[in-house]
T-cell receptor
Framework: GQNIDQPTEMTATEGAIVQINCTYQTSGFNGLFWYQQHAGEAPTFLSYNVLDGLEEKGRFSSFLSRSKGYSYLLLKELQMKDSASYLCAVRDWGSSNTGKLIFGQGTTLQVKP | DTEVTQTPKHLVMGMTNKKSLKCEQHMGHRAMYWYKQKAKKPPELMFVYSYEKLSINESVPSRFSPECPNSSLLNLHLHALQPEDSALYLC??????????????FGPGTRLLVL
């Protein structure tokens, strides 16, 4: 089966660092994505990992361990505008030979002054 | 142009109405997707079109009918919907649905209310 878990809510302080974890179980893993979604808006792409290790993009970094079925998104120097839902999504290669994204429930991050 | 556009932004319809949602991209992407998202829930995949052919239908009820007239356009035809179909409908596109490192880019969505 397919299962993606991430915390429902997190709170952090402006200027701090926060780590959002994601664990997954899928049958045909082919990459892990992180998306940011502000309330009422579309998800926007943040990062992609397919090999083990850390990918860094400015204030955002994402880590993947395929053997552990584990990823995290690290947000540094938090800003108020980072308050949003963060979606972990795994690309699953189904029987149709077409990759599809399976999303976790999302982590709502609230950044406080 | 790195944008996926969707129209309308908002739609209110009765259970006997027929309406269509439209999605357009001019990034040369050959894969397009329809997702449904309920409040405080993640997007759920409905359909995938790859090279203008339907490649995935996630057991969606027949009252939802997708159409891909060409590589830039994706429609979702709605007929005899139920109130529980009220949701945000997101369109996405990616360069192809076949390669490994393909990021999906989402449109702003159509917020649908079925009365």
């Amino acid at each position: 089966g397919q299962n993606i878990d991430q915390p429902t809510e997190m709170t952090a302080t402006e200027g701090a660092i926060v780590q959002i974890n994601c664990t997954y179980q899928t049958s045909g893993f082919n990459g892990l994505f992180w998306y940011q979604q502000h309330a009422g808006e579309a998800p926007t792409f943040l990062s992609y990992n397919v090999l083990d290790g850390l990918e860094e993009k400015g204030r955002f970094s994402s880590f993947l361990s395929r053997s552990k079925g584990y990823s995290y998104l690290l947000l540094k120097e938090l800003q108020m505008k980072d308050s949003a839902s963060y979606l972990c999504a795994v690309r699953d290669w189904g029987s149709s030979n077409t990759g599809k994204l399976i999303f976790g429930q999302g982590t709502t991050l609230q950044v406080k002054p | 142009d790195t944008e996926v556009t969707q129209t309308p932004k908002h739609l209110v319809m009765g259970m006997t109405n027929k309406k269509s949602l439209k999605c357009e991209q001019h990034m040369g992407h050959r894969a397009m997707y329809w997702y449904k998202q309920k409040a405080k829930k993640p997007p759920e995949l409905m359909f995938v079109y790859s090279y203008e052919k339907l490649s995935i239908n996630e057991s969606v009820p027949s009252r939802f009918s997708p159409e891909c007239p060409n590589s830039s356009l994706l429609n979702l035809h709605l007929h005899a919907l139920q109130p529980e179909d009220s949701a945000l409908y997101l369109c996405a596109s990616s360069p192809s649905a076949l390669a490994v490192q393909e990021t999906q880019y989402f449109g702003p969505g159509t917020r649908l209310l079925v009365l």
